[in-house]
């Protein structure tokens, strides 16, 4: 399983930027005239060709401040509305010239510090949000992704003291806000009895409950999936990867996850490792660390949307599930699907939960039938390159992501 990251975009630093208005009285003169045409270009929310507009002002006139502002806001807007849409190269060439011409303008710094934070880049994150910070101290956007940078960490006080500075100016963020901090306060409530270990890649948590020993395999069995992983992969995380070990019930308490979840990936790998007692016991987690830190390489590589099916299938592959298992658990599940999008949907809950996980390794399973782990990985680096997932995959396989679902389809009769 995995949790999104990031959401505050669709608040404040959308607001701010409509807030930096275009309107301007024009002095006379072909520079100011490409400048009133690029205003009206944008006004009508024609954000790319009013660029080359205030771009054309800007060369007939260098010291046109107008034409120098509106450039930067209807770039920023440009970077904003590709990030929402997850064409991040797009977007850091847009935001990193606003930046440039504006490099001062906190909600510009923010979208890219946003930017960088969705591509598991939290150094860079934190540069371009102190940034922010330093220009707008109150920016309500900037100290929630603060907060968000923090907790990443594992730093909880500081996470906690962002986001109470950003409640109240935070609007429709603000709700967002108080289920982070209550979030937070449960987490912190439990944190005091933990014990804490760090290896190579990862720095674990477990509550007083957990063996040492096993806290120990864990890490050795993490890094053991690590450098496969990212043998597999190339790129790895940017980061420490952090683990928190819960005993069951502390778990479901914390996360409010369905009983039928083993681990979970929300930028930390949560399992419940209530019973386990001794090293040889901690080897039956191998598989369910594999699983999710599969999601941390897969976010790290291609921090876009993927379709649940893949995420969930590729996940499955590195938790050992082969083909032939995938199969013969769907046969016996007995469950059809009508395509991998109602497998997705059915991944997300409910009663055909397993056929679901089942139905997705299968898939997966039959991409590395046909080309080898090469195909997910290159589909990966479409995507990451900020192509669709559907054009990706045609790209890496050949073949229309419509007959390789007829080809899974058939699997399973
Ligand atoms: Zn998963």
Redesign the pocket.
């Known amino acids: 399983?995995?949790g999104g990251i990031g959401g505050f975009l669709a608040g404040s630093a959308a607001g701010v930027l409509l807030a930096a208005a275009v309107a301007h009285a024009e002095p006379p003169g072909a520079a100011a005239a490409a400048n009133a045409a690029g205003a009206a270009l944008f006004s009508a929310g024609r954000a790319a060709e009013a660029t080359a507009k205030f771009s054309e002002a800007l060369a007939l006139d260098p010291g046109l401040a107008e034409a120098r502002h509106n450039l930067g806001v209807a770039l920023a807007t440009l970077g904003r509305d590709e990030l929402q849409a997850g064409r991040f190269d797009d977007a850091r060439v847009h935001l990193e010239r606003a930046v440039e011409l504006a490099p001062r303008e906190a909600p510009y710094l923010l979208l890219l510090a946003a930017l960088h934070y969705q591509r598991g880049d939290l150094y860079e994150s934190r540069q371009f949000v102190d940034r922010a910070l330093e220009s707008a101290p109150g920016l309500a956007g900037a100290l929630e992704l603060s907060g968000d940078l923090w907790y990443q960490e594992g730093s909880l006080e500081r996470a906690r003291h962002a986001w109470e500075s950003g409640l109240g100016a935070a609007g429709a963020r603000d709700h967002a806000l108080r289920m982070k901090l209550e979030r937070l306060e449960r987490e912190s409530a439990a944190d005091e009895g933990f014990g804490r270990d760090v290896s190579r890649h990862f720095t674990v948590q477990f509550d007083g409950p957990v063996p040492a020993e096993v806290a120990r395999a864990a890490l050795r069995l993490l890094e053991a999936a690590y450098n496969r992983l990212w043998r597999e992969f190339g790129r790895p995380p940017q980061h420490d990867v952090p683990v928190i070990l819960y005993s069951r019930t502390l778990f479901d308490q914390i996360t409010r996850s369905p009983g039928w979840v083993a681990g979970s990936?929300d930028g930390k790998i949560r399992v419940p490792v209530g019973g386990l007692e001794s090293a040889a016991d901690a080897e039956l987690l191998g598989p369910i660390l594999a699983?999710?830190l599969t999601?941390a390489f897969v976010r790290a590589n291609a921090p876009g949307r993927l379709p649940l099916w893949f995420?969930?299938g590729l996940?499955q592959h590195f938790q050992g599930v082969t083909f032939e298992a995938a199969r013969q658990s769907l046969r016996s599940e007995g469950i059809d699907f009508a395509n991998l999008e109602d497998v997705s949907a059915a991944l997300r809950g409910g009663a055909r939960v397993g056929a679901a996980y089942a139905a997705a390794a299968l898939a997966v399973g039959e991409m590395v039938r046909m080309d080898g782990l090469w195909l997910p990985r290159r589909t990966l680096e479409h995507v990451a390159a900020g192509r669709g997932f559907t054009e990706a995959f045609r790209d890496a396989a050949g073949i229309s992501l419509a007959e390789f679902e007829e080809r899974w389809a058939e699997l399973d009769r």
């Open positions: 399983m995995r990936y699983h999710e999601h995420e969930e996940a």
